[in-house]
């Protein structure tokens, strides 16, 4: 598969943004997809996922509450939804595949800037 992260943008604190990875090639039933972001100078942090064929989803401390990943199968589109944005959300967002069996992701996207401002 192939992965495009889009939506980014410069955001005010407590406003919404949604992200959509955008996916191509075969999808197999257990793919999942993780949104991940990162800042210059330190390490990349998971932040939700979600399976392809059942939709279950994962999410970090930070994203609980805030975040939704949820999946468009007709579109073979993930989105993350992201609301009440805070200063410490800005970040590089990425959109990553992790095949069946594999234990890390493996194919990534390239990334959106997600800014937050006070």
């Known amino acids: 598969v192939q992965l495009q992260a889009s939506g980014g943008g410069l955001v005010q604190a407590g406003w919404s943004l949604r992200l959509s990875c955008s996916i191509s090639?075969?999808?197999?039933?257990?793919?999942?997809i993780g949104w991940f972001r990162q800042n210059p100078g330190k390490e990349r942090e998971f932040v939700a996922g979600i399976y392809w064929t059942t939709g279950r989803t994962k999410y970090t401390d930070s994203a609980k509450g805030r975040f939704t990943v949820s999946r468009d199968k007709a579109n073979s589109v993930v989105y993350l939804q992201m609301n009440n944005l805070k200063t410490e959300d800005t970040a590089v967002y990425y959109c990553?595949?992790?095949?069946?069996?594999?234990?890390?992701?493996?194919?990534w996207g390239r990334g959106t800037q997600v800014t937050v401002s006070s």
């Open positions: 990553a595949a992790r095949s069946p069996g594999a234990d890390e992701y493996d194919v």
């Open positions: 090639g075969f999808i197999s039933d257990d793919l999942a």
